[in-house]
């Protein structure tokens, strides 16, 4: 998969840890249907890692969806809720800066 942005790094894990939620898959399963480890998994949801597309491929056949859904959007958006997804990742850099100003004064 080519260059993704840290904002479409996130989106496509969001969206592999909802496809993996609906399946009833847990990290490990997971993992072992696709070949990789538990991890991986959790890098790949988090947005730390980018999926290569054999990847992605492999989520999408384990979990019942198409490729698409994890790159385009298609498919059922109900359980994503992006403004909580936003507020978090709000959160998680305030913190992040709130420890580094502790740890310099």
């Not at 847990?26 to 290569?52: M, N, Y």
């Not at 959007?73 to 992006?82: L, V």
Request: proline share 2%; charged share 30%; glycine share 8%.
């Amino acid at each position: 998969m080519h260059y993704l942005t840290q904002e479409s790094r996130i989106r496509i894990g969001l969206r592999i840890r909802q496809a993996r939620k609906q399946a009833g898959l847990s990290h490990d399963r997971l993992g072992s249907l696709v070949g990789t480890s538990r991890q991986h998994l959790i890098k790949l949801e988090k947005g730390k890692h980018a999926p290569r597309e054999g990847m992605l491929q492999r989520i999408a056949e384990a979990t019942g969806k198409s490729p698409a859904f994890f790159t385009d959007g298609e498919e059922d958006d109900a359980d994503a809720d992006w403004s909580t997804v936003l507020d978090a990742l709000l959160e998680r850099r305030v913190r992040e800066i709130l420890t580094r100003i502790q740890q310099v004064a």
